[in-house]
């Protein structure tokens, strides 16, 4: 859909390096999320965002911080990259306010850790 | 447990046969999503679901909230249709996702 980009769609890096990914949408909407997908979990949400500066963990938070300065961008960022980390990640956006016609997901961010 | 269950995990059809997921949930919802993920793709948001059910082409979903329980049904399958088929709640401003149906239609 359009209105929400993920960057960049795929990224190898070494264990140990920082590394962020970028969700940007330009739906104006309050709430962002970041959500994990692996093999037998489904997807899992990592943090979200309920305003500018405004967020909150998720389930499978530890290893992950987040930030949110501008309303278009939530930024997620692995410190210290690990092979767990290893997963595609998923930004999205409700629709509407409180999710009330589904959510917008983007493409998806191929994460290898090495 | 997992908070949302599917079932089953994986199907096989032939194309033109009728297919039904099914999806049960152990927390209080404000909404059910039924969403399509095609292989290496993205996800895309099918039907969102608070009662009753929801029609679109040859897609169905159906909700019973009083067993806490949906179904989406697909019918007349076609090849595209091949994709995993996710269940999501609203719990109530995040989703809890099943870990999703993968089904494949063959000719």
């Known amino acids: 859909d359009a209105g929400i980009t993920q960057s960049p769609r795929h990224k190898v890096t070494e264990t140990g390096t920082p590394v962020t990914l970028r969700c940007h949408q330009t739906?104006?909407?309050?709430?962002m999320y970041w959500y994990r997908q692996d093999p037998g979990h489904g997807l899992r949400l990592i943090h979200y965002s309920y305003g500018v500066k405004d967020t909150d963990k998720g389930e499978v938070s530890d290893g992950y911080s987040v930030s949110r300065s501008k309303t278009e961008d939530f930024l997620l960022t692995l410190e210290s990259a690990t092979s767990s980390q290893t997963s595609v990640y998923f930004c999205?956006?409700?629709?509407?306010?409180?999710?009330?016609?589904?959510?917008?997901f983007g493409s998806g961010t191929r994460l290898t850790v090495v | 447990k997992n908070e949302v269950e599917q079932s089953p995990q994986n199907l096989t059809a032939q194309e033109g046969e009728f297919i039904t997921i099914n999806c049960s949930y152990s927390?209080?919802?404000?909404?059910l999503h039924w969403l399509q993920q095609h292989p290496g793709g993205g996800i895309v948001s099918l039907f969102m679901?608070?009662?009753g059910k929801k029609k679109h082409g040859r897609l169905i979903a159906t909700i019973n909230i009083q067993e806490k329980h949906s179904s989406l049904h697909i019918t007349a399958s076609h090849p595209r249709d091949s994709a995993v088929y996710i269940c999501a709640v609203s719990n109530p401003d995040k989703l809890i996702f099943g870990t999703g149906t993968r089904l494949q239609v063959f000719p």
């Open positions: 999205a956006i409700p629709r509407v306010a409180g999710g009330a016609y589904g959510y917008t």
């Open positions: 679901l608070s009662s």
């Open positions: 739906e104006n909407h309050r709430y």
């Open positions: 927390v209080g919802i404000s909404a």
